[in-house]
């Protein structure tokens, strides 16, 4: 039990010390940082990091972020570099030079060579006053008090930083090229969510007994049908299952700000008219775009008569389990 509790402070500690570095690190961020970004973004190469030892571990990790976001990237090893592989350098790439003490010689001895090929260079450094920066055409500091190590000698602080600085990067250049969930589908195919966005829409949406009323139903019946539906929306159709409208719990909460509330009213008169739509044979990445565009969260999905087939939500798309609802009193509330 002693000896828990000694590890336990020890790992605390260590933690301490590396939420130290990046609150130091978040404080530093400047000019640099964003002309870094800017660089990117307009980069009509690819971003070429380089690095060796801890640096070059997460080099190769921010290289695979930003590819996996938009950003095409890759490592460059420095030795490798050297001796041959700056062939793969051209004039309208990017480097990303990453070293805690800017003096490392194997990077250090390639920049020059990769200036000269056209490339802009921009570095990740510890220590704006070494040799790298003078290399450099952009800087980025990313100082840290100390490292995590005891002895302050073991890269653990200053990777994470950079590791976080790298993430940021990332983040910001999805931000900047407006990256999408169906863009990370099409880069990650083989994995769980984008295997999840190449299906079809018609696999995922619900059909049996939707919540649905038809044209003419009172607003009252609508909300009872809408309750017990528990997909947060029920469809509008007419009398040859024709989408007519949608009514949202978020309809019925403006409705009641706006003291219209009318219960024996009409649903026609208060539903969305023409609501978005998707269509049978949409992907689940398409459907994704419509709603994040919009911000909904249900949609409902028909055929090219128009008919409603079913209804999708957000979270039937991202794969976070269907939501069960019950089947509505038989008034009008018909399966598609």
Known sequence: MVDAEKWISIARRVLDTEIEGLQAVRHQLDGGFSQAVEAMAACTGRVVITGVGKSGLVGRKIAATLSSTGTPSFFLHPVEGAHGDMGMIRDEDVVLAISNSGNTDEVNAILPTMRSLGATIVCLVGRCGSRMADLSDIVIEAAVPREACPMGLAPTASTTAHLAVGDA????????????????????????????????????????????????????????????????????????????????????????????????????????????????????????????????????????????????????????????????????????
């Open 169 to 336: 990067m990332a983040v910001c250049l999805m931000e900047h090229k407006a990256f999408k969930e169906s863009d990370f589908q099409r880069f990650h195919p083989g994995g769980s969510l984008g295997q999840r966005l190449s299906l079809c829409v018609d696999n995922l949406m619900h059909t049996a007994n939707i919540p649905v009323v038809e044209t003419g139903t009172a607003l009252e019946r609508a909300l009872s049908v809408l309750n017990d539906g528990k997909l947060g929306l029920v469809g509008v159709i007419d009398g040859d299952q024709r989408l007519l409208g949608v009514l949202s719990d978020g309809d019925v909460r403006r409705l009641f700000c706006a003291n219209g509330l009318d219960r024996a009213a009409p649903i026609d008169g208060v539903m969305t008219a023409d609501p978005k739509r998707a269509r049978l044979g949409d992907s689940a990445a398409q459907v994704l775009d419509v709603m994040e565009l919009h911000q909904i969260t249900v949609l409902p999905v028909v055929g090219d008569d128009e008919r409603l087939a079913g209804l999708v939500h957000l979270h039937d798309l991202l794969g976070k389990g269907q939501l069960s609802f019950s089947k509505p009193e038989s008034d009008g509330g018909k399966p598609a």
